[in-house]
């Protein structure tokens, strides 16, 4: 039975160990990025505005928006300053009818206020 969307295709793929749990609803499970595109290809990533985050094993690390989530995930992978090995994201119009840069873009601050990753006060931008 399938647990969460696109367990089909991270049967083989590391995953941490536990689920992204917020107020209490298993929000997903993060898995490696890398080894994804290895299996799969870049294009399994979406190409859409939207929110991801990493982790370094069960640690959220960062949050972050895009308006192009696969180019802009793809270039954390080449990033040797972002320590991470697994990843979350939400592609915006599936929770939002039309959703906008600044929607999400508050989305994005909103979730960051809240959840204070170590790498986004390091990387901190003014929006």
Excluded at 28 to 57: A, E, R, S, T
Excluded at 89 to 100: G, I, K, L, S, V
Excluded at 117 to 124: C, D, G, Q
Aim: hydrophobic share 35%; with cysteine; aromatic share 12%.
């Amino acid at each position: 039975m399938q647990t969460y969307i696109g367990q089909e295709f991270l049967e083989d793929i590391d995953k941490a160990e536990n689920p992204y749990i917020v107020d209490d609803v298993v929000i997903g499970l993060p898995f490696n990025l890398q080894m994804l595109v290895n299996k799969w290809g870049k294009k399994m990533i979406p190409d859409c505005l939207g929110i991801y985050h990493l982790f370094y094993n069960d640690q959220l690390v960062y949050i972050g928006m895009s308006k192009n989530l696969r180019g802009r995930l793809i270039t954390h992978l080449k990033d040797k300053d972002m320590p991470f090995n697994n990843v979350l994201w939400f592609c915006t119009h599936m929770y939002t009818e039309n959703p906008t840069i600044e929607q999400t873009l508050r989305i994005e601050h909103n979730m960051i206020k809240r959840f204070k990753p170590a790498l986004n006060s390091k990387h901190t931008n003014c929006r």
